[in-house]
């Protein structure tokens, strides 16, 4: 071997962990993969990632070196097939070679760095294997990183298979066969009927109005109609989460063999939990300080779905088509969060907003009418009822239709902004116009 290459091998090796942990690893992975391929052949179902998951058992196993717990589980379902797999790999001189290459990297990088670790020493190696010298080490280290570059890319290239045969299947699952139109139609129904029921059941129930007495099916249809956003949220959001997580799991969150252990799970987990349990707090710490309620209660209902969904996705697996489930459960979820949420800010505006800035309407009654207008806020209305909030005595008002006089919209005009930028550029092209034609 070069001296030059020899002498920067080992300058890295001396100075990173990182690297010596490396170089521990190269006959493990070239191992890995030989296994693969035999297991491939042999076993039944083509998922990569169940695979890749036993054949790392299997490697362990034919190193004799401990099984992390986490694949314990997979272990002893298919203790059967291991040892038929073991008995035949065992029988192969050139993996046999590989073995005893892993172990004289390993026994030399614990016998000059960790000669401490007797727990090491006495359970993972064998001490009968001898000790190499560092030009040896060096060229054995040299051959491992040579055959260990096409590992790199043959496991990506299988698992860039698999995920695209994952993502045609959802594909295939998810098309809109009249079957899922059906169920899709029919949850729109349900949650478009209870959403009016469910709005007026809270907000006019907070202050103390019973529905029964008041409105008919027509008029909770007619709220639906109003609130129609909110079913729409329900199917929009979810969908979005939904094709999130499996554009970064495309076998994952829905498969219980999964490598949890991945790094690219693990970092997309990281930076969930930041966002979930560091950014949203801090966010809502924030606008509770400043008294910014309408965005704390939408802060809020994001961060109990995002709580919600990672339980979800934790346990779901176990259900018989999780996928589905998972995304029919999240429109219910988002559902409930959105009603919530917009109830309460409604709730909120007219219980502590001044008269002035929440009152919309300006209502004139007929003379017999007993009650003081201009201390009421109209909270609803329906086909035979008004719905009136008396901010002075903190009672409700209902009235009849036939007692309404008339009623004049005084609120904030919508887009009142845009209407003024549209009139000046109107009017300045027309006024560029005349101008230049002059």
């Avoid at 296994?35 to 299997?58: A, M, P, V």
């Avoid at 590992?151 to 698992?159: M, V, Y």
């Amino acid at each position: 071997m070069n001296k030059k290459i020899q002498r920067r091998l080992y300058r890295q090796f001396n100075k990173s962990q990182k690297v010596r942990n490396l170089y521990r690893s190269l006959f493990f992975d070239i191992i890995h993969k030989s296994i693969y391929n035999i297991l491939e052949k042999k076993y039944d179902d083509n998922d990569y990632y169940k695979i890749f998951k036993l054949s790392k058992i299997i490697t362990y196993e034919f190193l004799k070196i401990g099984i992390p717990k986490i694949l314990h589980k997979n272990y002893n379902d298919k203790n059967t097939l291991i040892n038929e797999v073991l008995e035949l790999i065992r029988a192969n001189k050139q993996l046999d070679s590989y073995r005893l290459k892993y172990k004289r990297i390993n026994r030399y990088i614990l016998e000059k760095f960790e000669a401490d670790s007797e727990f090491q020493m006495k359970i993972l190696f064998d001490k009968r294997i001898r000790i190499i010298s560092e030009t040896e080490f060096f060229d054995v280290v040299l051959e491992g990183m040579d055959l260990r570059k096409s590992n790199k890319s043959f496991f990506i290239n299988k698992k860039k298979e698999s995920d695209t045969n994952y993502t045609i299947s959802k594909i295939k699952e998810f098309n809109f066969s009249q079957k899922n139109i059906l169920t899709l139609a029919t949850i729109f129904s349900i949650l478009f009927f209870c959403l009016g029921f469910l709005y007026n059941w809270v907000y006019l129930g907070y202050f103390g109005i019973e529905l029964q007495n008041f409105f008919t099916l027509n008029d909770y249809v007619s709220t639906s109609i109003g609130k129609i956003f909110i079913t729409f949220t329900s199917f929009i959001f979810p969908l979005f989460y939904f094709f999130v997580i499996n554009y970064f799991f495309p076998g994952e969150p829905f498969n219980s063999d999964y490598i949890s252990r991945s790094p690219k799970r693990i970092r997309f987990w990281q930076k969930y939990n930041v966002i979930q349990f560091i950014v949203f707090p801090v966010l809502i710490i924030i606008t509770l300080y400043f008294k910014q309620f309408e965005i704390f209660i939408n802060l809020l209902w994001i961060f109990s779905f995002l709580i919600i969904m990672k339980i979800l996705i934790k346990y779901i697996y176990k259900f018989e088509k999780p996928d589905k489930l998972f995304f029919i459960s999240s429109i219910f979820i988002v559902f409930i969060c959105i009603l919530f949420a917009n109830t309460s800010k409604d709730i909120y505006n007219v219980i502590k907003s001044d008269l002035t800035e929440i009152k919309k309407y300006e209502i004139t009654l007929h003379d017999n009418t007993l009650i003081d207008e201009n201390e009421c806020i109209l909270l609803s209305s329906n086909s035979q009822y008004y719905f009136f909030y008396d901010k002075n005595k903190n009672i409700p008002v209902i009235l009849p239709s036939s007692e309404i006089k008339s009623i004049k919209y005084i609120g904030k005009k919508r887009y009142k902004n845009i209407s003024k930028l549209m009139h000046y550029f109107i009017n300045t092209t027309a006024t560029d116009n005349i101008l230049g034609k002059k």
